[in-house]
């Protein structure tokens, strides 16, 4: 049976970065104002460990929210520290963290090796240098292959994020640096479609009528076909869409785009719909049972029974049946 894996979030936001990129407010996204004083950091852990339910569980601490490695080194060591301790005595397995390309080098390598870190995820965004400077990135992809090329030589694993729909963006782009992100060697990602939150310069554009989001049925649609993409080269989507804080969610920061708060749930209804309806559509049964994998059967459903609807529209009663024995994405139907 596949492991539980948990990662135990510390949130660093907006720290050390020296960009405002145009899309960016991190204290909005992430909920945090600012970064934890370091005798905090072990009372998250231990209250986060306490939780977990899974004592074989594979088990990761998680600097996230800003660009880690750009923080003072002696800030950083009194984070890396306390997480190393945790290492150590065995009660977690590593330490990941995010960070810009163009903090990465020899030199914060050897930092992150000494203190047992195991997985860098880069902010690549896009690897479209037109786009990465319309957004204010700061960097180029040639930055983000320069980095990539350091934290897989050291022997950490690599993790590249991107964001859908920026300024100058297209599907195109878009898959194009998600090929490239397989072509770097990325163990995996995270898929974001770009969000106009208040407070950032993208909101000011899409205020002018200069920028317009992604609809939500884009934002699906180009996610599925690079989830696709990233699953038939074996790099993991660890996250489809952003997840903000419960804050964030229900207050008025959100100004325009394809946020919803199951986007993960509605991009594998949508490939499993894509499945479905080329297997049962021509079928003239009107009666069919599908059998699925325990794990797959609520996107085989669909969000809110999207695909059983979907499938009934076409004159088929359907029922859906949750099989151990069926693995993956196969499915097996049975016409009455």
């Known amino acids: 049976m ?54 074989d569980a594979v088990k990761h601490i998680g600097f996230f929210g800003g660009n880690f490695t750009g923080i003072p080194v002696d800030v950083q060591e009194s984070y890396l520290k306390i997480a190393a301790r945790y290492v150590e005595s065995g009660a977690v397995q590593g330490i990941r963290l995010s960070t810009r390309p163009d903090y990465i080098s020899p030199a914060v390598i050897q930092l992150l090796q000494r203190y047992h870190v195991t ?13 990465l400077r319309q957004t204010g990135r700061g960097h180029t992809a040639e930055d983000v292959a ?65 920028y317009s989001p992604l609809s939500i049925d ?11 993409l990233f699953e038939k080269f074996g790099v993991t989507v660890i996250k489809l869409g952003l997840h903000p804080s419960e804050g964030f969610i229900t207050g008025n920061e959100l100004i325009a785009g394809p946020y919803h708060v199951s986007f993960r749930e509605l991009v ?16 003239p049964n009107s009666a069919i049972s599908i059998r699925v994998a325990p794990e797959e059967f609520n996107y085989a459903v669909g969000y809110k029974a999207a695909n059983k609807i979907a499938l009934a529209s076409r004159g088929k009663s359907i029922s859906f049946i949750s099989d ?13």
């Open 146 to 210: 320069r980095a990539s090329e350091l934290i897989l030589s050291a022997g950490i694993e690599l993790g590249l994020q991107m964001m859908l729909g920026l300024p100058g963006d297209s599907f195109e782009k878009s898959a194009a640096t998600a090929q490239g992100i397989i072509n770097l060697g990325a163990s995996n990602t995270r898929i974001y479609p770009a969000l106009v939150i208040r407070g950032t310069s993208l909101a000011a554009l899409y205020e002018k009528g200069s």
């Open 218 to 228: 884009d934002a699906v649609n180009w996610s599925k076909n690079i989830y696709l």
């Open 268 to 283: 594998l209804t949508a490939i499993w719909q894509e499945l479905l309806v080329k297997q049962v559509q021509a079928q």
């Open 119 to 131: 997985t860098v995820e880069l902010g690549a965004q896009s690897l479209d240098n037109g786009v």
């Open 324 to 336: 151990p024995l069926v693995q993956g994405r196969s499915f097996h139907v049975m016409y009455c």
């Open 2 to 55: 596949k492991k539980k894996h948990y990662t135990i979030p510390i949130f660093v936001p907006e720290l050390a970065c020296p960009f405002q990129c145009i899309f960016c407010n991190q204290q909005k996204i992430t909920g945090k104002q600012e970064a934890p004083a370091p005798e905090a950091i072990h009372e998250i852990i231990s209250s986060h460990l306490a939780t977990f339910r899974h004592a």
